[in-house]
């Protein structure tokens, strides 16, 4: 299948995982990375994939930007065959403190960014019949810390305008579907002490954190021809947390 892959927040660890997932398992694909800032390790992952990877600037909360960063990858040969709407973030704080703009940052990022991605991506999909949308949404989505109420609504968003989209564009042969991670390795905050992160992995029955590949390769299987069939689904990645 010559199709092209479009990851965003293509600059963390999951990241950049799926993309080694799709150029590794994939061997005609073309991987588009987007990033906005920190572009190092997208660069160098580009670099060892050369005329297969290339990294695109895309600000996931910019219509304006999807529509930019959507001409130039349907300017390739290759159609769109794929979007996978990783990037987000989280900002938490307790509800009765947490400042407006930082309710805002959060829902901008992780809910409307998903927005505008699938927004720009479906047309082309519709023209071909066919795509794969994977939304990156997390288990804070169906297991609600306290502390997450920004981040936490943001990614239920995201379940439910999975849910509803599939329903819209099934019979296009276009699948959308998210994936509810739990903790990653190289994906948690930098703050979090060698105790705290040791308390976290005592209380998930597989003891331990994620591997950013074993994520990738659940992303992978949904965006592939084999899963076909599979649409609206959400999918938990958590070592049996819930």
């Known amino acids: 299948m010559h199709r092209s892959i479009l990851i965003t927040g293509a600059n963390g660890a999951l990241g950049l995982a799926i993309a080694e997932s799709f150029l590794a398992r994939e061997a005609d694909c073309h991987v588009f990375l987007g990033v906005r800032e920190r572009r190092d390790r997208a660069r160098e992952l580009a670099a060892r994939f050369p005329g297969r990877a290339d990294m695109i600037f895309l600000e996931i909360t910019s ?11 349907e300017g390739r040969d290759r159609p769109l065959g794929a979007l996978i709407n990783n990037a987000g973030f989280h900002e938490d704080a307790l509800l009765a403190n947490m400042a407006q703009d930082q309710w805002s940052r959060v ?30 949404a997390s288990l804070s989505a169906i297991w609600s810390p306290a502390g997450q109420t920004n981040y936490a609504a943001a990614k239920a968003g995201v379940i439910g305008l999975t849910q509803s989209l599939a329903k819209e564009s099934a019979r296009m042969g276009i699948t959308v579907n998210a994936v509810c991670p739990g ?8 703050d979090w002490t060698a105790e705290r992160l040791k308390t976290l992995k005592m209380q998930l ?5 994620a591997e950013p590949s074993e994520v990738a390769a659940a992303v992978f299987f949904l965006a592939s021809a084999e899963a076909s069939y599979i649409t609206g689904s959400t999918l938990k990645i ?4 819930l």
Not at 183 to 190: F, K, R, T, V
């Open 183 to 190: 903790y990653i390795e190289g994906g948690l905050p930098a």
């Open 238 to 241: 958590d070592g049996g947390m």
């Open 205 to 209: 029955p597989m003891r331990r954190f």
């Open 63 to 73: 219509p304006e930007s999807w529509k930019t960063a959507m001409g130039e990858i």
């Open 107 to 136: 829902l901008d990022a992780n809910l409307n960014a998903v927005f505008h991605g699938c927004q720009a991506v479906l047309p082309g999909m519709m023209r071909q019949c066919q795509g794969r949308i994977v939304n990156i």
